[in-house]
Structure formats: structure tokens, C-alpha cells
């Protein structure tokens, strides 16, 4: 059973940025899509960018050019570049993979907190 352990969060002031990394327990798989969810106090979870296994990356609008993804296939890692970082991002952000046969994966989460 493949395991994603997210690191990297932390309290930050706005304006401020954070490198959020997800990494797989095992390199030996071939991870498809890998993406980041956060989930905001009082809110479902929410998808906010994914990177293919080609490197093509999407975000969701309001972290475009803010937020940068990048990913290691090599090694299944990824990492997600967050500058100017604002108070409504403050959330537990969630680390995701899937596979080319359709295995899901999910990290724990690790908590972004953007505050004065």
C-alpha cells in the first residue's frame, strides 16, 4: 500500500510563502496524476492544482500565478511553490495520487495557517 506523507506546512504572515512536498512511501510505482486538495475551516475539501506525469500542471483560479507545482517522477515526490500567500488559504492541504489502473491514494494532510 503505497502511503503519501505531506510536509511543509506551517504559520505564515500574509504575503508570506510556504513549499508544501508530498512523498510517496515507494518509488517503485508509476504515480499518474499528483495533486493537492486543501479543505478551509467549515468547507469541503477542494481541489486546488494538479501536474500530470508529463508535467502538465492546472490550478484552480485563485492560486494561479501564486502557486507553483513541480514533481520528481523519479523519485514520487512534489512539491507546491506558495507565495503571497493570503489568509484564505489558510487550510489543511492534502496531498493526492492516482495510478495508470485507476488506485487511489491520499496523504493525511498537513496545515497551512496564513495570519498577522
Known amino acids: 500500500q503505497v502511503q503519501l506523507v505531506e510536509s511543509g506546512g506551517g504559520l505564515v504572515q500574509p504575503g508570506g510563502s510556504l513549499t508544501l512536498s508530498c512523498a510517496a512511501s515507494?518509488?517503485?510505482?508509476?504515480?499518474?496524476?499528483m495533486a493537492w486538495y486543501r479543505q478551509q475551516p467549515g468547507k469541503l475539501r477542494e481541489w486546488v492544482a494538479d501536474?500530470?506525469?508529463?508535467?502538465?500542471?492546472n490550478y484552480i483560479d485563485s492560486v494561479k500565478g501564486r502557486f507553483t507545482l513541480s514533481r520528481d517522477n523519479a523519485k514520487n515526490t512534489m512539491n507546491l511553490q506558495m507565495n503571497s500567500l493570503k489568509p484564505e488559504d489558510t487550510a489543511v492541504y492534502y496531498c493526492y495520487a492516482d495510478t495508470w489502473n485507476n488506485a487511489e491514494y491520499w496523504g493525511r494532510g498537513t496545515q497551512v495557517t496564513v495570519s498577522s
Open positions: 515507494e518509488t517503485g510505482i508509476k504515480l499518474w496524476t
Open positions: 501536474i500530470s506525469n508529463g508535467g502538465t500542471t
